[in-house]
């Protein structure tokens, strides 16, 4: 799985007024929650935390998010729960962290990629795709960033379930193994 | 052109379009898309003039999604008709669209084409809207 660094810095003043005069400095406001830590609300330079947020592009990735209060610096690792936009604008209001375990498994959702032109095809099947994320569990850092299936040898009247996946060491499949991903309806040999 | 099949009242009040559209503002389907910036109703006649200048422009090959549907019916008193004796007939259906909405989603076809196609999609509106993409929008 990708992983960005990212720097913030810790927050005392809460509300709109004030997230409204860190948006116009330049800042965007967020929030630090987990399992074993108080929550914290916290500020990031806009303009670098939008840069990180396209380098991963819509994609699962781990945060690596340094919080300094003035003295100390600590680093979390999180991914991001929630952006939110502006409908308009399209630019950051507000982000939510959430901290992870890098050593505990999680759930994620992981994009299916489909390479090459089914066999079935050119015998004049249909391609039906019935799924274009997988749910997949494991330590975040063994996530793949995407599965790809190679969908050539697929022939007419046949399908690919989410059991013939193959899939990196320390990574399960939470979905049924029997679950349709891709079929070739239709065609004659 | 697009219309409910049933409906709990034929007729309903004006409205008021205040605030910005939350729900349905980001990229669900395609890879570009138009987005109002304003806001104001929408008529099933727009929302098939403007589908059909991205056919017309796009002519095959991509596909399209339409991200409004008109489900508000407006009304209109006949011609040379004195004032009051009721609200008037329903005229037509429109789709009430605030600040951030997306309209239309394209993908499949180069991005200039779905550029023009869009640019001319948003000479029908009523309202300002701009073309959004899919790789520079969070």
């Not at chain 1, 050539?152 to 899939?167: A, F, I, K, R, W």
């Not at chain 2, 009304?75 to 997306?102: D, F, L, N, Q, Y």
């Amino acid at each position: 799985m990708l992983q960005v660094d990212v720097q913030a810095a810790k927050r005392d003043q809460r509300g709109k007024g004030a997230a409204r005069s860190l948006r116009r400095a330049g800042r965007t406001p967020a929030v630090l929650y987990g399992p074993q830590i108080d929550p914290q609300a916290l500020s990031l330079d806009t303009h670098s935390f939008t840069k990180a947020l396209f380098s991963v592009h819509r994609r699962n990735s781990v945060i690596n998010l340094e919080v300094s209060d003035g003295q100390n610096k600590n680093v979390h690792h999180v991914v991001a729960r929630e952006i939110q936009t502006d409908p308009i604008l399209d630019n950051v209001l507000h982000a939510d962290f959430y901290v992870i375990s890098l050593e505990e498994p999680l759930v994620f959702q992981v994009p299916l990629r489909y390479r090459g032109k089914a066999k079935g095809v050119d015998m004049g099947g249909d391609l039906v795709t019935s799924l274009y994320k997988i749910s997949l569990k494991g330590k975040a850092l063994d996530i793949p960033d995407e599965v790809e299936i190679d969908i050539s040898g697929l022939g007419p009247n046949s399908q690919m379930t989410c059991g013939e996946l193959s899939l990196p060491a320390g990574v399960e499949l939470v979905q049924e193994k029997d679950e349709v991903c891709v079929a070739v309806v239709g065609g004659t040999e | 052109m697009l219309s409910p099949k049933k409906v709990t009242h034929r007729k309903v009040f004006k409205g008021r379009m205040t605030g910005q559209a939350y729900r349905g503002s980001s990229i669900a389907y395609g890879q570009y898309a138009l987005k109002a910036v304003g806001c104001g109703w929408m008529s099933a006649r727009q929302i098939e003039a403007a589908r059909i200048a991205i056919n017309r422009k796009v002519k095959r090959g991509g596909k399209m999604w339409i991200r409004v549907f008109p489900d508000k019916s407006y009304t209109k008193k006949p011609a040379e008709t004195r004032m009051g004796k009721g609200k008037g007939s329903p005229e037509g259906w429109v789709a009430v669209i605030k600040p951030g909405r997306i309209l239309y989603e394209l993908s499949g076809v180069d991005g200039d084409l779905a550029r023009e196609a869009l640019r001319l999609a948003a000479n029908k509106l009523p309202f300002p809207t701009k073309i959004i993409e899919l790789d520079t929008t969070l």
